[in-house]
Each structure stands twice: as C-alpha cells, then as structure tokens.
C-alpha cells in the first residue's frame, strides 16, 4: 500500500520529491495534537505548527463551512471579514503597523515585503542569516535554501547566522558584537556594489537558525546600523508569531525591536492557506503607489472567517499562556535527561518551539545521531525533526494545544530512543 | 454603512486600494450565478471565473468541510488525495504533461514556471505580450501591469498583443505573420543580450489581451520560431482552462499547440486558494534537481478535496458543452444589439468568456463609453468589467453555470443601458 503510494508520488510529483522519514507516514486523520495513519495507529505530533490550534479544530472547521456556504469571493467588493480581521490582527502589533494585503502563502508575503522595503528605501540590497528561509518564489527562495542560485543579481547578503557553538578560534567578540560586525560589513559591501541597503530580513528569535540563546538587546547595536544606512527592518513572524514564543505574540515583541514591516503566515489560519504583510500606511501608499498588486485568493471572506475563528481559539483557550507554561515545562524534562545524555549539550528555545543540540566530547555536532534520533522517535509513533546549520538540534514545534501529559509522553520516549541507540557519529 | 466600510478600506488596505466600481458593490452572500448585498438586493454575477462551477457551490462546500474535519496537513507526509487528484487533472493534458506541483496561487504557478523553462533551456529570456497579466510575485509581476518595473533586469520582452483593430499604416503584413515577426526580433533581442531565449509565456488564447478573433494555427509558426532558439512554451490556463473556452479543457488545446510546461489557476477549486503547474516528468526532475522547492499549503487534503469536487462538478453537470451553448447563444444576442448600435464594433470570445469592442465611426476606441456601460449595468445589478489594451471591450466571464435564461437578462438590460446612454467619447 505504503510503496504504491510513493511510486505514484514519484510519478505525479517528480522523482526526486522527498517525504519526512526513511519509512515515510501515511497520515489520514487528525485531531487535537494527534494524527493517524492508514492503520489506525496513532501519533504524537511534536512537529507541526501550521495546525497551530490543534489538527480539525472545530471552531476553524465550522468558520470556514459556515463562510464557504455563503460567500467566497475577492477584494474588490466591500466586505467586513477581512476588515473586522485586520483591525483585530493589526491590534496586536505596535502603533506604527497600520495597515496590510492578506495574500495566500508566507513566500507571497515575503515577495511583497521585500518591494515595500525597496520603494521605501530607493535600494536593492537585503541582508539575510545564512542559515534561514523566508519562503519560495523566485525573489525569496535565494534567501535561503537556494541561495546559490543568484540569478536575479548580487544583492543578496548573507551574515553568518549567531551560535551558541562558535568555534572559539573565529573571534574573541561576543556574539553579538560579531554580529553586529558582520552585518556592517554587509551593508558596506552592498553599498560599494552601488545596491544600498533595503532590508534587514530577519526571523527575529532565529528559529530556523537553531534558536540560539541570545543576551536581551542581542539585535539592538544591528538594527540600529541597518537604519543609519537606511535600511528597515522586516520581521518575518511566519514561525514565531501568533504566541509561538509564548510570552508574546510575535518573536518581534520577544527581543523588543519594532520592525517597518511584519510578514505572518503558516499558523495564521490553522492550515488554511492565508498569509499576511502588515506596514505602516506609508509604505503602503508608497508600495501601492508603485505596484498594480492584487491578490484574487487574498482576503477572502473564507480565508478571512478562518483566520478570525484561529485568533478566538487562541484567546479563548489562553494557547500563548499555554505555550509559556508547557514550553517551560518541556524543557526542564529535556534538561533532566541532558544530565543523564552526555550527548544533548544544551537545550533551547522559546514557548512551543524548543529541542537540544547534539554534540560529542569534542564538541563536534552529532548531525547523524540527531537524525537517527528522529527516525527512532518516529518508529515509536511521535513525529520531530531536526533543525539548524549543521541539523544537529531537535526540533520540536507542536501544535499550541500540546500538554504537559503530551511532553512526558515525549520525554519518556525520547528518553528510551537514547538509551537504546548508541551514539556513533 | 458604504462609507463606513471605504473608510475602513482606505485606512486598513492602505489609502489606494480599489474597487470595481464608482459605487462599489457589498456583497454578503452568493448562490450560482447570483450575489446579494447586504441590503438583500440581487446582483447578476456576469464577471467571476474563481466560483468556476457557481458560487458556494454546494458539493464543492461539502468536500471542503468533510475534509477540513478529518485532516489537513502537508505534502511531506503520504495522501492519496494529490495523488487521485493528479491523476485525474494530467489526464485531461497531452501525454508528455506527467507531474506537477500544487501550490496556492497562479502566481506562484507562473512563478516556478519560469524557474522550470530556465533549467531546462539554460536560458533566462522570457517573451510576452504587451498587453497580458500572470501574477504578483516580483518575478512574474514585471511582465504585466508592473512591466515598467524591470528590477530584475532586462530579460524580459514585450512583443505587440494580437489585434483585430490594428491601424492599417502599421503593417501590410497578416496579423499572424506580424506577431510572429515581433516574436522573432524579441529572439534576437534576448539572444544578443546574452539572455538567450527561455520561453514564450502565453494565454494561448489572449484573453487579457481582448481576445481578439484569430485563423486557426494563429501561433504555429511563432511557436516553431521559440522552439528553434532552444525556448519553451508556457501555457497560462488560469483564465481559458478548466473548460471555460467551451470546446476543450485547455485554451491550448482548442488552439492546437502542446506545450512543455501548464499552470493553472483561479478557477480549479471554485475559490479555494489552490493552483498548480504541470510539466514533462524530465522538466520537474530537473526542476527539484536546482531548486528546493516546497510549499506547505500547495496540496494540502483540503485543497485538493475542493479540487477534486470542482472537477466532479464539471463533469457531472457536463458543464464544458455548457460554455460552448451558453456561450455561443450569448454571441447571437450581442450580434442582435450590434445591429442596434454602431458603438459596438465587433462581438467576440470563446466559451464562457466573452464581450463586445466599443469603437467609433472613426474607429477609435470607446474606452470611456465602454467604462460607463459597465458602471450603468451594475446600477442595473449585472455585474461585468472591460479589458483589452484599450479597455473599450466588454469582459463578460460569469460562474460555468450561467443558462440561456441568464444571458436573455444581461442582453435585455444591456440593450436598456446602450439606448439610455449616449456615446460621448
């Protein structure tokens, strides 16, 4: 059955399209923070965040029925949906984010980000870690998985991305001096390349980088450089926002910077696909000014009704607080096991997005151990991956209704997938 | 109330985001052809192709609430649900259109298709006209309404939409031959650039461009011309597929070329946010061999429920022939009122997509008369748009649904508005 499905995969999808795992799941249903497969067995999903109030929750299941049976069209007529949205969403984002284009996909509304941030600006140049993703179109996909695809020219820069596992011969600076450094060294080549400086693009808690612990203030001195060249800020809160982090609902909030121009996707919607980029009403005059952009998806009253039914599942089951509390909890049972794992050398992240680096006795990074690990977890029914430069962190990132009873199901299985399996990278 | 909401717009949207329409229409709910607003009035849909088999269409409601409760999740784990989808879908291509890509917007469609033609040719030159539109992203917006925005470099050709209306000091030439002439000067444009050509990106049959009236092979000798440089052709469906043309499922069927690389869009899930782009298994493989390509919500069980339906519905309501008799009986009618009024110069179209050129005694075209018709008839509550180079055509493109009944209303209202209103261009 399994095998049918991939070759048929590999015929209608390509050949060379991957799937998650060696022995890849076939998943049929889900419910809460669970998922079944075609056998009815049943697993701990500790990975995704697009279901990001829990896999068919109701609420968002019954929005978008309710809206699909009376209206889906576009944003040329008047509608409340995606107006009474908006002002709920842009609420909770500082005063200068005023208005937005909701468009159907994270990459859309990074693309967009980046042309505000253009005409605002009068440059070209954008600064990126080099260990990040914002997204797949043709604009965004070279600021990350393929950045060595430079076709639409060099001004693309990309700054090593902060570590807690420097190697101590690269610097004597603090990490966030080094940072700084490296940043400045971008702008100034930028501007040598006659570029200038348009963005600083940025996943504000460096998610995909591996989540580092960071000193409060770590991106001040940066941020800081990007403006006096003239640059802004673009805080892609595709994985962070929506209380991820759980002491705010966006990452941005987290370190205390106020960003130009805020990109939101993935969990916006609980699957749903929705994105959005917000900005001042300047940018947006000036972008709208400059740009014929429609989106005939975007800001639909269904997209918009399931978008608004997320955010009432958010506040009214309390998730950000949840995210604080069982983020917390999670990672004191992964520090218990640290002690017992000499392998797991530190633990990390922020609400529900957290996992443990992997690194031997000299400090190399275990990149197959991490990995077998997460082949072993998913033998016994519970779904992670792994994340970072040298893909050597867990990651965890599950939806924002996971428990404590569902991180002692994980640490627990987790704590038996290490004792049986040797490290041997 | 209106005013209320534009206000709202103005400050949410940003200052410059429009409507249709001097008296923008509020629309609450949708049922086949028929919108209401929310004073209850009723509104005759003769302009949306995104709730392609009719709004709120209830099979297509019914699978995406069944489905949204029982799983949505992405393409890395096993479903057969893209898998039976494209099954179906490729089916309807010729042979050599084995494998595709789902993603959420013919946007995005367009926008790998660039990518997919340029790792196959090994060039970057993409030829269009000058009068077309295929999406939003950076990439793609460029070579339409942002096409004097050419930030990504000069890689990009605008050759003269085909034109039923040409003035006669322009050419002797036949109109095919003209275009053929003008796509091989942008070949030796591209190729002295050093660009060389990468494709030909088409609506194979100029629906943005005014659909105007072509012979048959229109575009074989040009194709011929992108073929012999090392080009391909792209074929944008998102307006003439799905059976809209009335005589096949593709325009570029009905035109009689195949080629090497489709996307769709709009129409394909009856406004779910789902598009797609399909090429030969070698162009996908080579594709997923340079880019790393995923999109989290493109093909998700969810949308390819919806799809699934759309294409069930199509077929159950034999909804193709539909178009042909509709649409051919609704020609008739506009045929009749050219005989009524000069100011209709030629009536034109294909399937379901159809309307009327406005010009003068002098030839001129009626761009502001053709605009005040289509705000008298929404006064009237018949919802249709102009478009065309000169936007003196009439844009009439209503749900698939659209009965000879329906067409008798519009025909009858719009002799009524052609009488009440005097030409003043």
Redesign the interface.
């Known amino acids: 059955m ?1 095998e049918k ?2 070759e ?2 590999r ?10 795992y060696k022995n ?7 419910n809460g923070v669970w ?1 079944w497969d075609a056998n009815g067995e049943k697993y701990l999903d500790c990975y ?1 965040n ?2 990001h109030v829990g ?2 929750h ?1 609420e ?2 019954k929005a ?2 309710d809206q ?13 949906g ?2 009474d949205y ?2 709920r969403l ?1 609420a909770k984002h500082h005063k200068a984010i ?4 909701m ?6 509304a990074n ?1 967009i980000a ?2 505000m941030a ?1 005409v605002k600006t009068g440059n ?1 140049g954008v600064i990126v870690t080099d260990a990040t993703y914002h997204g ?4 965004v ?1 070279q600021l990350g ?2 950045r060595n ?1 430079q ?3 060099n001004h693309i820069r990309y700054v090593r991305a902060p570590d807690n596992f420097r190697e101590s011969t690269e610097t004597d600076l603090s990490e966030s001096e080094y940072f700084k450094n490296n940043v400045c060294a971008a702008i100034n080549s930028l501007q040598e390349a006659g570029h200038g400086v348009s963005a600083l693009l940025i996943c504000s808690v460096f998610f995909n980088e591996g989540f580092p612990n960071l000193e409060n203030g770590f991106l001040d001195a940066t941020i800081e450089c990007i403006r006096d060249a003239g640059g802004v800020v673009i805080s892609d809160e595709v994985q962070p926002g929506f209380g991820r982090v759980g002491t705010n609902w966006w990452g941005y909030q987290k370190v205390g910077l106020e960003p130009e121009i805020v990109t939101m ?2 969990p916006m919607a ?5 994105a959005c980029v917000a900005t001042s ?1 300047e940018i ?2 000036l ?11 975007g800001g ?1 009253p ?2 918009c009704a399931a978008a608004s039914a997320t955010l009432d599942v958010i506040e009214n089951e309390d998730l950000i607080r949840n995210a604080l509390l069982v983020g917390k909890y999670a990672r004191e049972g992964l520090e218990e096991l640290k002690k017992e794992f000499p392998q797991i050398k530190q633990v990390r992240g922020s609400g529900l997005f957290f996992g443990a680096e992997m690194r031997g006795d000299d400090n190399k990074p275990l990149s197959k151990f991490a990995l077998k690990i997460v082949e072993k977890m998913r033998e016994k029914k519970i779904l992670l991956s792994v994340l970072g430069k040298n893909r050597n962190t867990l990651k965890i990132r599950p939806p924002m209704v996971f428990s404590k009873n569902n991180v002692d199901y994980l640490i627990e299985n987790l704590r038996d997938v290490m004792k049986e399996n040797e490290c041997e990278n």
């Open positions: 399994k499905l991939i048929r995969r015929k209608l999808l390509g050949p060379n399209f991957s799937t998650f890849p799941v076939h998943i049929v249903r889900g998922l995704n697009v279901p896999h068919c109701p968002v299941v978008i029925a699909a049976k009376k209206l889906n069209t576009h944003t040329r007529y008047l509608h409340e995606i107006l908006l002002d842009l005023g208005s937005a284009i468009v159907c996909s994270g990459s859309e693309d980046l042309r253009e070209r797949n179109t043709s604009a996909s998985y393929d695809i076709s639409v020219g996707g993935k609980n699957g749903h696909p929705v009403s947006m005059e972008f709208r000014q400059n740009y014929s952009y429609f989106n005939t998806f639909n269904v997209s």
